[in-house]
């Protein structure tokens, strides 16, 4: 009687555990279970793209700057000459002006961006003047100089960069606008003549009109970096300026941009800007 007594208090215990215990799940438990956690913020910083011709590093606290080697200079000039051979210059009457001295410079420092292997690479640029000595006198000063009017043309070629954005020319001009060329893209811009009406002669119609001084600048470059150049000229209206921190390469004397300026009279810089070779230009960059 005591056992029947005892088995039945048990059997109502394992029904009351039964019933306050929920099942346990299907299959084997695991191990160590992982513990729920929050999820992570979103960041504001952007994604970095790999790309080293479209990451555009402006922060100089990202770059190891150290100063550049000499035959990593050497290596530059050699491009800078091949460059400047390849850039068509003007013909006679214009001859290279023997006032101003040849002006090359190759940059003194390159850097590398930490955590990367990209490189700011090296920076070089060369300027040319032309001049032609012309037949007529100069009198918006009085009637009687004889001052002897020379019509200039300059050309920069800059590697890696440029020289800046610029509002372009400082005489009163129209707007910089984009012109195609031929496997590049360029900016031009060119300055309104001043028309003084009190010395128009109407009887003298075997001049010539004056060609107005214009400025075109040429960007050869990869595609990537003319998406951005189009960008900043129609963000600001001027031409476009970038420097060798957004032309990351993969050694300190890799050559990734050539731009080349014309400035002169807008028949002659145009005549010139439409020799350029291009495809031998492109050449000289990495494939």
């Known amino acids: 009687m005591r056992i029947a007594r005892s088995a039945f208090i048990f059997c109502c215990s394992l029904l009351f555990t039964l019933m306050i215990t929920p099942p346990l799940p299907a299959g084997p438990a695991p191990a160590n279970p992982a513990p729920k956690s929050s999820p992570a913020p979103k960041s504001n910083r952007p994604a970095l793209n790999d790309n080293p011709q479209v990451r555009r590093n402006d922060i100089d ?87 002897v009017v020379s019509k200039i043309c300059e050309i920069q070629v800059a590697l890696n960069g440029t020289l800046g954005l610029t509002t372009g020319l400082a005489t009163k001009s129209d707007k910089p606008h984009i012109v195609e060329l031929q496997g590049a893209m360029a900016v031009e811009q060119s300055a309104i003549p001043i028309v003084d009406s009190t010395k128009i002669d109407s009887g003298d119609t075997g001049r010539a009109p004056e060609q107005p001084m214009t400025l075109l600048r040429v960007y050869v470059v990869d595609p990537d970096l003319e998406t951005h150049v189009r960008k900043l000229h129609k963000e600001t209206g001027a031409f476009p300026g970038f420097g060798p921190t957004q032309v990351l390469a993969d050694h300190p004397d890799e050559l990734r941009a050539i731009v080349i300026s014309y400035y002169g009279p807008k028949n002659d810089v145009e005549a010139l800007a439409r020799k350029i070779d291009v495809a031998a230009l492109r050449r000289l960059l990495p494939s």
């Open 61 to 147: 606290s990202t770059i190891a700057w150290t100063q550049a080697v000499k035959e990593s200079q050497d290596q530059m000039r050699r491009v800078l000459v091949k460059v400047l051979q390849a850039t068509p210059k003007p013909t006679t009457p214009y001859e290279l002006s023997a006032d101003e001295e040849v002006s090359d410079d190759v940059g003194a420092k390159a850097g590398m961006v930490k955590g990367t292997q990209h490189w700011v690479p090296i920076a070089a640029r060369a300027d040319r003047e032309y001049q032609v000595v012309g037949d007529e006198t100069d009198d918006s000063s009085s009637e009687s100089s004889d001052e």
